[in-house]
């Protein structure tokens, strides 16, 4: 079945330590994104990347990095320069100028 | 700056009754995309219904739709005949069609009550 995947579903690590977050895709869509959220806030954009080899920076990119070697994979790297890694992390792709995005189940990151 | 905006951080409704969640928007592209997704408590993203910066006609899907008002950048959305299991979080969210940047409004915690 097509879909977008995370994983693992949850995360411990301590801290000082970087950790990388995984998200594939196999809907051979162009565009992927990477939010954070934190307990009853919104989501806000990290990165996103609309082609191979190509990403931006979203709102809160500091301490965080991403890398878009293949089109189906946008994996993050939680650095240690984050100061509050402790989170719900949710990747999401969609096609270019398509009317939905689609999600993952989501990554919860805690770090003690 | 793309900024989305959604002021109501809860919201209480009876069952069957209708409910209206706000959402407004600032943009200088003038081709994007809008989207409401539901949230319940297990964290999943559920995508509920979308409108395009160029579309004449507000959209619907089932008991959603969204009263888009191009003039006062806001994009409503409305669900009629509130179920209890309509209870979640609700987010607005806006692309940009020239950059595909999607961003996200804060929020509205939605309570459906017997």
């Not at chain 1, 693992?8 to 196999?26: A, D, I, W």
Request: charged share 20%; proline share 4%.
């Amino acid at each position: 079945d097509g879909g977008i995947t995370q994983s693992p579903k949850y995360l411990f690590r301590k801290e000082g330590q970087n950790v990388t977050l995984s998200c594939e895709q196999n809907l051979n869509h162009d565009a992927m994104y990477w939010y954070r959220q934190d307990p009853g806030q919104g989501l806000r954009l990290i990165y996103y990347s609309q082609i191979v080899n190509d990403f931006q920076k979203g709102d809160i990119a500091e301490g965080y990095s991403v890398s878009r070697e293949k089109k189906e994979s946008f994996p993050l790297t939680v650095t240690s320069a984050q100061k509050n890694p402790t989170a719900f992390y949710l990747c999401a792709s969609s096609l270019t100028g398509s009317t939905e995005a689609f999600f993952g189940q989501g990554t919860r990151l805690t770090v003690v | 700056a793309q900024k989305i905006t959604q002021t109501q951080p809860g919201m209480f409704v009876q069952e069957k009754e209708a409910v209206t969640l706000d959402c407004t928007y600032d943009t200088s592209d003038p081709s994007y995309g809008l989207f409401w997704y539901k949230q319940p408590s297990s964290g999943e993203m559920i995508f509920l219904i979308y409108q395009g910066s160029y579309d004449q006609q507000n959209a619907t899907e089932g008991r959603y739709s969204l009263n888009f008002q191009k003039a006062r950048k806001s994009a409503n959305l409305v669900i009629s005949a509130s179920q209890l299991g309509d209870s979640a979080m609700y987010f607005c969210a806006m692309r940009e069609d020239n950059t595909d940047k999607l961003i996200f409004g804060t929020g509205t915690r939605l309570q459906v009550f017997p």
